[in-house]
């Protein structure tokens, strides 16, 4: 299994784009139109749920809370080559852009949780 992850990873960065989302989704695709969808799947649940959270502390806590478990899954996914997650469609493998995609839109909406608190502070 760790010798299929290896070579499955771009080597060089493209130019930088101002919506970092959209760059981190062209990055993991190679393209605009094949934004990978395991990423953009759990962050439609998560902005379902974001608004039946209580209050703005409960949503800044849960999102602080995902953020550190997808950066631990990351790591242990890097440690393990890829051992680490279940594979249950061989097609569609886990891969590491699938993480720093999910990384990079939770600490989207933190921000942006943020920033919508200065706001209205």
Known sequence: MPSEQRGRFKSTAPAFRHDITEHAACTAAGS?????????????????HLPTLADQVARRDFLDCQIEGWQRRYARFIAT???S?????????????????????????????????????
Do not use: K, N, Y
């Not at 605009?32 to 379902?48: G, H, M, T």
């Not at 720093?100 to 921000?111: E, N, P």
């Open 32 to 48: 605009a139109s094949e934004q990978p969808e395991r990423a953009l799947r759990f962050l439609a649940r998560l902005d379902r």
């Open 81 to 83: 080559e890829g051992e």
């Open 85 to 121: 997650e279940p594979i249950l469609i061989p097609a569609d493998a886990p891969q590491a852009a699938d993480f720093l995609l999910t990384i990079v839109g939770l600490m989207a909406r933190r921000c942006a949780l943020e920033e919508q608190t200065r706001v209205h502070a």
